[in-house]
């Protein structure tokens, strides 16, 4: 197994103080000034609150963002004018927006949109649990619906388990997020191996997945359509909002501790770990598996393809619209822009991935995966390193590229983040 730690400069990023529509595809350029990360820790526990303005500005401008491609709500708009004038003094983007939680029933068929539709992860089903030999009739599961915002996509489908307990007080909670074309339902073995060992285990379906999907083209078809209208952002960033409004909903609960919520998932559902922890400072321990990569790096080293096919028809789509006779780092760009924008540039790894710090971040990549090559991730974890180091918490960040793997989740990827977890999260 190989370990990589690295060190170099962090740019500063200015914020914008209006709405943002459509992000600037160029990323701020490096200066000798530096992300001053005036955290520091104590043990295990980090004390969040003397983070300085230019990872909170980074994080407004981002959360505008999300804000731009959201509904038409007079409150969310005074909100965005005011947080992006006073980004510290307003407080979380959802401050706002009422939590609305309506109970649900379990998914008897659960929709995944691949053929042949997937049965069973070893990876997973390896996942260390406690010996609990009636841990099925003792499991607790809920099943709930939050309303993250207008319409049908704002209704985010949640499933937890968590162990019956006689005085079980506030427990720690991880949020395991699930890869394309899959659902929570997928992630049920990590559920119940981490329900087992006290955690309250929480999975939802992101986007156009799950039960917010119809059929088996609904996400390919929701990323054709944000590249047509430019009106949502289903690639990555519309979950990154119900993140935040899912950690509003968790750090509530009576029976977690606001102050251990731990956030992991594989492939997209990494990436939706790493930019839901980039959103929102109450994911407290960040494990992205297979998930972090640099979208910039990828487009000037030539290094795009792999990810473009997890999901062409939208690159398709626009290398028509564009008039191109074969797919170019050109369409890409502009698909990015439009369905994500920053996300090649000024939110790609090498600036979001320092911010996560002082948090515990573990990075589980495979060392010859083609979506996430581990060449990409020089400059991102150079300037992660030197984030944490000025944090006096070195140790609390770690890549992990496991060799001869290529895009998939190991056995051994699911020991590491369920040990990272338990270091930083058991008392």
């Known amino acids: ?82 947080n992006a004038a006073f980004p510290i003094l307003i407080g979380p983007i959802s401050a706002l927006l009422p939590l609305s939680v309506e109970p649900a029933k379990p998914v008897a068929e659960p929709l995944y949109q691949e053929i042949p539709r997937p049965r069973f992860s070893a990876a997973m089903e390896s996942c260390p649990r406690a010996n609990i030999t009636d841990l099925k009739d003792r499991l607790h599961e809920e099943n709930l619906y939050l309303t993250t915002e207008a319409g049908e996509q704002g209704r985010l489908p949640v499933l937890i388990l968590s162990l019956t307990e006689d005085n ?9 997020l699930h890869s394309t074309n899959k659902c929570k339902e997928w992630l049920r073995p990590l559920l119940e191996a981490y329900a087992s060992r006290g955690y309250i285990a929480v999975a939802i379906d992101s986007r156009y997945h799950g039960e917010r999907a119809s059929s088996l083209t609904t996400y390919r078809d929701s990323l054709v359509s944000s590249w047509k209208k430019g009106d949502t952002m289903p690639f990555i960033f519309d979950t990154a909002w119900d993140l935040v409004k899912l950690a509003d909903y968790l750090t509530q609960r009576e ?74 780092k050109e369409v890409v760009e502009k698909v990015w822009d439009r369905i994500a924008p920053g996300l090649a540039s000024s939110f790609d790894s090498p600036y979001t991935i320092p911010i996560i710090s002082p948090r515990p971040l573990l990075i589980l990549n495979g ?12 400059t991102p974890m150079s300037r992660a390193s030197k984030a944490y180091k000025e944090a006096n918490c070195s ?25 990272w977890i338990d270091r930083f999260l058991k008392k």
């Open 168 to 176: 079980p007080g506030k427990r720690p909670a991880v949020v395991f």
């Open 395 to 419: 140790d609390n960040l770690k890549l992990i590229a496991e060799p001869g793997i290529g895009h998939q989740v190991t056995s051994v990827m699911v020991k590491e983040a369920s040990d």
């Open 367 to 378: 060392a010859e995966d083609p979506r996430c090559p581990l060449a990409g991730l020089d």
């Open 255 to 328: 029976d977690i501790d606001p102050d251990r919520i731990a956030i992991t998932g594989e492939s997209l559902g990494g990436m939706h770990a790493w930019f839901g922890a980039f959103a929102d400072t109450r994911y407290s321990v960040v494990v992205p598996i297979i998930g972090v990569q640099g979208f910039r790096w990828a487009i000037d080293n030539d290094k795009w393809q792999a990810r473009v096919d997890s999901i062409k028809a939208v690159f398709e789509e626009a290398r028509i619209d564009l008039g191109k006779s074969a797919i170019d």
């Open 1 to 82: 197994m190989t370990i990589i730690t690295y060190m170099v400069r962090v740019p500063i990023i200015r914020t914008c103080a209006h709405p943002i529509t459509h992000f600037p595809t160029t990323p701020p350029k490096p200066t000798a000034d530096k992300y001053r990360f005036q955290t520091h820790c104590s043990g295990h526990r980090q004390d969040r609150k003397m983070e300085t303005v230019d990872a909170v500005e980074l994080r407004s401008q981002f959360l505008q963002v999300l804000r731009s491609r959201r509904s038409s709500d007079a409150k969310i708009a005074v909100f965005s004018r005011l």
